[in-house]
C-alpha cells in the first residue's frame, strides 16, 4: 500500500514545512500518503471484522489529518511530519479525524521515517473515562495486570506507556493500593516497532492484524470498564 516515496515526502516536509511547498506537492501527499492510508483502513477493517468485530474503522474518520493545531503552540510549523490511523469500539463517538481518543480503547498504526509503530489501548482519555478506569482497576486490578504480564505480551509489547504518570496514587484511592501502579496512570497504551520495509510491504496488514489480535484482551478489558461491550459478529 505505501512505496518507499511515502518516507521520502515526509522527508521532504520535514525540510519544508510551509504552506507553498505543500500545496505545489499535494498530489504527491495525495498519491503516497493519502490514498494508500484509506486502502489500509478500509483493509484492516475488513480483518477486524473477523477476530474484533466491535473495532472498526473508515477513511473518512478513522486517518488523523496532517495539518497541525498551531493555536497553543510556539511552532507554527503547519504540518506534521508523520501520519496515523486509529481503529476504536463501534459504539464510541468520534469525530472526523479521530483526533481524540478517549471515547474508547483501540488499536492506532503511525507512520514516521525510522519510528513506525503499532499501538493500543485508550491514549490520555478525559476525565470521566479515565475515572471509570481507574474504578475498574481498583475493584479488580487482577484480571488487566494477568494480561500485562503474560509472556506473549510483554515480548511484543513490553510496559505499558508511563507517559505523564502520576507521582502519587489519587484520591480516593489509599497510598498503598495493590492496584497503585495502575492507578497512577494517565494513559493505558501500549506500542511495539513496525519497520519501514514491513510498512512498504505487502505484507504490513498482517503485520498489523498480528499485533492487534495480541492486543486485543487488553482493549476489551479497557472497552468493558468505559461501558463498550465485545461482540461476536458485526
Not at 19 to 37: A, G, I
Not at 102 to 117: D, K, V
Not at 166 to 174: E, G, I, M, N
Amino acid at each position: 500500500m505505501f512505496s518507499p516515496r511515502a518516507f521520502t515526502f515526509l522527508r521532504q516536509l520535514k525540510k519544508n514545512n510551509d504552506r507553498e511547498w505543500f500545496l505545489s506537492h499535494k498530489e504527491q501527499f495525495e498519491e503516497h500518503l493519502l490514498l494508500p492510508f484509506r486502502e489500509l483502513v478500509e483493509e484492516m477493517d475488513v480483518r477486524l471484522a473477523r477476530f474484533a468485530p466491535e473495532i472498526g474503522g473508515s477513511p473518512k474518520r478513522s486517518i488523523f489529518r496532517i495539518y497541525r493545531d498551531v493555536r497553543f503552540s510556539k511552532d507554527k510549523s503547519p504540518y506534521k511530519t508523520n501520519m496515523g490511523c486509529w481503529f476504536t469500539h463501534v459504539m464510541a463517538g468520534h469525530g472526523v479525524g479521530s483526533e481524540t481518543h478517549g471515547a474508547g480503547a483501540g488499536f492506532y498504526f503511525h507512520l514516521e521515517p525510522g519510528s513506525c509503530f503499532a499501538a493500543a489501548g485508550v491514549w490520555m482519555p478525559p476525565r470521566d473515562a479515565l475515572n471509570r478506569i481507574r474504578g475498574a482497576l481498583a475493584a479488580d486490578h487482577n484480571t488487566f495486570s494477568k494480561i500485562l504480564a503474560s509472556a506473549g505480551f510483554k515480548r511484543r509489547f513490553g510496559t505499558l506507556s508511563a507517559e505523564k504518570m502520576l507521582v502519587r496514587v489519587p484520591k480516593p484511592w489509599d497510598k498503598d493500593h495493590p492496584a497503585g501502579d495502575l492507578l497512577r496512570r494517565s494513559s493505558f497504551t501500549v506500542s511495539t516497532p513496525v519497520t519501514d520495509a514491513d510498512v512498504s510491504s505487502a505484507k504490513l496488514p498482517t503485520v498489523l492484524e498480528k499485533h492487534y489480535a495480541a492486543a486485543l484482551p487488553m482493549v476489551r478489558w479497557l472497552n468493558s470498564a468505559l461501558g463498550h461491550a465485545p461482540a461476536a459478529r458485526r
